[in-house]
Each structure stands twice: as C-alpha cells, then as structure tokens.
C-alpha cells in the first residue's frame, strides 16, 4: 500500500509517495495549484500530471494508494474556490480516500513531522499553523498581500520598494539597495520600475515578491535600511506565534519551526525571530524543520490510515530515509 502527500503552493506544487515501511517511492514538481491562478480546471490538470508521474516513478497502479492528504493554498478562505478545489480534488482522486487541507497545515506536518507544536510559513505569503496536545488546530495570518501577509517576500518586496523611491527621490540617503534592483532590472530611468511592477509583472505576487532577494543581496552588502526589513518581518512572523499561543495549550516544551523562502536569509531572519521568542517564553524551542512540506503531507496520510501518533523512532527512520532519497 502506499501513500500519496500533495503540498500545493502559489508558486510550486511538489507530490512525494510513500509505501508502507515509510520508503519514498517517487516525487514530482510542477506549477501552481492555486484555484485564483490556474482556476479548477488547472488545479485539475496540477493534480492529474502529479499522480500520473509519481505513479510512473513507483511503478504501480492508482488504486495502491490508499490515502492522499493535500495541502491545497487558499483552502478555507473562500467558500466558492473551496467549491472548486474539492471538486478539482474529487475528479482525480474519487479512487481512494483524501483528507484536503489549507496548505499551511502540511506546513506544519513536514517541519514538526505532525507533532505538536507551531510552524511560520513565510513564503510568497505568510500564515502560521499549529495543533497543540489536545489536538486543537489554530491558524493565525493568512489574510492575502492585500490585507496582510505581514513578513512574506511579497511584504519584504513591497517594504524594499518604499525604501527604493524614497532613496531614488532623496528622502532616505542612498545605499547599495538603489544599485542593486537598478542592475538586476536593468533601469535607466527613475520611475521604471512603476512600469516593471505594474505593466510588465502586473503586480502578480510571484513576480513581485522576487524582488525580496535583492532586499537579501543588500543586507549582505550591509544595508542598513535591508537589514532593518528582515528585523521587522521577524518581528511580524514573532506576533503570529504570540497569537496562536494564546489560544493553545502545550506541555513544558513549545516546538517551534519554520518553512518558506524568506528563511533563506538565514540569521537576518532568524536571529532576531529567536531573540522575540526568547523574551515571550523560554520554552520555545526554535528548530529547522524535519522535511519538505510534500513529505510531511504523505506522513500525515500514512499516520491517518493507520491510526497512529508519530513516535520518534518513525521519525528518525523517515527522515532517514528522505535523506537517503534526496542524495541519489
């Protein structure tokens, strides 16, 4: 038997199958699976060229798989794509038993290998998801770019391009900052990037949160005014977990971890994340998480079919595993 994690994404979508001794059978990554992108005809095709080329690799057939869990972005916001997404997801697994989840959850699943405790996303987007030990589920964030997503690329991006006018106008002093998005987006004249952002990307989320990187390229340079955007997103994903734990219980340890691109900064980042959580309780462990996202996802699959709490003998063995997988 086997089983089957979907970790949808606003950028990527990324497939991982198990068997039942917890061996990885066969990955898959492709494009977006967000219904407010590729609507539910492509979350349809996403979800159709996944199974299709995970079952390839493993050499088995659909009906082997026995339980799917898919953390599909959006869920649970609105009702009308949530419509979309489990008629999306019913067309192509109706074969075997699913659980659809909003994608911050297989989050969670794949940092804490679906232990108790919290996980920061902190992608194109930002939302932080948690179960405590008595099984409650709480969510904090998650409002969209428009709304909120405070601490995302999105929001770094939107933070670094304030930062960029207003130092191209000369009311902030100049850094590096200026020279390096002029360089990478080839700008000559002062207001380009109006165009870039609005005609060009058409502010898509994706393409506007690339711009983070630059944000990244600066701060190693020592811009201050970078550094001072990676502080204040830590500060922002710090509130989200100061949300959930007031409405959640844990035992004398608090696990903490994280996922997503703007983790890539490293201890621009992370530093001052764990100087916020440090003074709001010291028994927060902050750790990297345990796996991808996708293979959390097919690890929540196999512990629901089978009934069982992870322990951390199937953990040390899968993560084990994965390891074993990603090197060849």
Same mark, same amino acid.
């Not at 008629?87 to 804490?112: C, H, K, P, R």
């Not at 770094?156 to 390096?180: M, N, P, W």
């Not at 949300?243 to 994280?258: C, E, H, N, P, Q």
């Given at each position: 038997?086997?089983?089957l994690?979907?970790?949808?994404?606003?950028?990527k979508?990324?497939?991982a199958?198990?068997?039942? $001794?917890?061996?990885?059978?066969?990955?898959?990554?492709t494009?977006?699976?967000?219904v407010?992108?590729?609507?539910?005809?492509?979350?349809?095709?996403?979800?159709?060229?996944?199974?299709e080329n995970?079952?390839?690799?493993?050499?088995?057939?659909?009906?082997?798989?026995?339980?799917?869990? /898919?953390?599909?972005?959006?869920?649970?916001? +609105?009702?009308?794509?949530?419509?979309?997404?489990?008629?999306?997801?019913?067309?192509?697994?109706?074969?075997?038993?699913?659980?659809?989840?909003?994608?911050?959850?297989v989050?969670?699943?794949?940092? %804490?290998?679906?232990?108790?405790?919290?996980?920061?996303?902190a992608g194109?987007?930002?939302?932080?998801?948690?179960?405590d030990?008595?099984?409650?589920?709480?969510?904090?964030?998650?409002?969209?770019e428009?709304?909120?997503?405070?601490?995302?690329?999105?929001?770094?991006?939107?933070?670094?391009?304030?930062?960029?006018?207003? $130092?191209?106008?000369?009311? %902030?002093?100049?850094?590096?900052?200026?020279?390096?998005?002029?360089?990478?987006?080839?700008?000559?004249?002062?207001?380009?990037?109006?165009d870039?952002?609005h005609?060009?990307?058409?502010?898509?989320?994706?393409?506007?949160?690339?711009?983070?990187?630059c944000?990244?390229?600066a701060?190693?340079?020592?811009?201050?005014?970078?550094?001072?955007?990676?502080?204040?997103?830590?500060y922002?994903?710090?509130?989200?977990?100061?949300?959930i734990?007031?409405?959640?219980?844990?035992?004398?340890?608090?696990?903490?971890?994280?996922?997503g691109?703007?983790?890539?900064?490293?201890d621009f980042?992370?530093?001052?994340?764990?100087?916020? /959580?440090?003074?709001?309780?010291?028994?927060?462990?902050?750790?990297?998480?345990?796996?991808?996202?996708?293979?959390?996802?097919?690890?929540?699959a196999?512990?629901?079919?089978?009934?069982?709490?992870?322990?951390e003998?199937?953990?040390?063995?899968?993560?084990?595993? +994965?390891?074993?997988?990603?090197k060849?």
């Amino acid at each position: 038997m086997f089983f089957l994690g979907v970790d949808g994404g606003g950028t990527k979508t990324k497939f991982a199958l198990f068997n039942d $001794q917890l061996k990885v059978c066969g990955t898959f990554d492709t494009t977006t699976s967000h219904v407010t992108q590729v609507g539910k005809e492509g979350v349809i095709k996403v979800l159709q060229s996944g199974l299709e080329n995970v079952l390839q690799e493993a050499k088995i057939c659909k009906e082997e798989i026995k339980y799917v869990v /898919l953390g599909m972005p959006g869920y649970t916001e +609105i009702k009308s794509n949530d419509a979309q997404i489990e008629e999306a997801v019913a067309s192509v697994f109706n074969f075997t038993n699913y659980y659809i989840v909003n994608d911050a959850e297989v989050g969670w699943a794949g940092a %804490l290998a679906c232990q108790p405790g919290i996980n920061i996303v902190a992608g194109t987007g930002s939302i932080a998801f948690a179960v405590d030990v008595e099984g409650r589920r709480e969510r904090i964030g998650g409002w969209g770019e428009f709304i909120g997503d405070e601490g995302s690329a999105y929001w770094i991006a939107k933070k670094t391009l304030e930062g960029y006018s207003k $130092q191209k106008d000369g009311r %902030l002093l100049k850094t590096v900052l200026v020279d390096i998005i002029d360089k990478k987006y080839g700008i000559k004249d002062k207001f380009e990037i109006i165009d870039i952002m609005h005609n060009q990307y058409k502010l898509k989320r994706d393409k506007v949160a690339e711009l983070s990187l630059c944000t990244f390229a600066a701060a190693q340079r020592g811009c201050k005014y970078s550094i001072e955007i990676f502080e204040k997103a830590a500060y922002e994903l710090f509130l989200h977990v100061e949300g959930i734990l007031r409405k959640t219980k844990y035992s004398d340890t608090i696990l903490v971890s994280y996922v997503g691109g703007v983790f890539k900064a490293g201890d621009f980042v992370l530093q001052p994340l764990k100087t916020f /959580l440090s003074k709001l309780n010291d028994k927060i462990v902050l750790l990297p998480p345990k796996m991808e996202p996708c293979f959390g996802a097919a690890f929540y699959a196999y512990l629901k079919y089978k009934s069982l709490n992870p322990t951390e003998e199937l953990i040390d063995t899968l993560v084990q595993e +994965i390891r074993n997988y990603l090197k060849n």
